[in-house]
Nanobody, 123 residues
């Protein structure tokens, strides 16, 4: 089982940027598709982005397309989420996830979850 730890969250103003990191341990992530989800207070956890094990294929929620970019560095066992043009509705706890494929992750079929990192966008 791979263990995941997110970092990089914080407080940012509208229009600002943040880069989240997800460091894995226990197993290499090179055989996993990886993804990011978020959960706002009172709402269900929702898919944000996913990337295939090779990095060749990515998927994004419509709400973040064009603003967020998911990437990975298998040598560092780390996945990233670059978030630009942040909006108040992006405020949530962001979770890293590992899964069999991007499609599995999109459908919340996840093998491992991180603990989450808070992102707050203030207006």
């Amino acid at each position: 089982q791979v263990q995941l730890v997110e970092s990089g969250g914080g407080l940012v103003q509208v229009g600002g940027s943040l880069r989240l990191s997800c460091a894995a341990s226990g197993r290499t992530i090179s055989s996993y598709a990886m993804g990011w989800f978020r959960q706002a207070p009172g709402k269900e956890r929702e898919f944000v982005a996913a990337i295939s094990w090779s990095g060749d294929n990515t998927m994004y929620a419509d709400s973040v397309k064009g603003r967020f970019t998911i990437s990975r560095d298998n040598a560092k066992n780390t996945v990233y989420l670059q978030m630009n043009s942040l909006k108040p509705e992006d405020t949530a706890v962001y979770y890293c996830a590992a899964g069999t494929s991007t499609s599995y992750i999109f459908n919340l079929n996840v093998r491992s979850w991180g603990q989450g990192t808070q992102v707050t966008v203030s207006s």
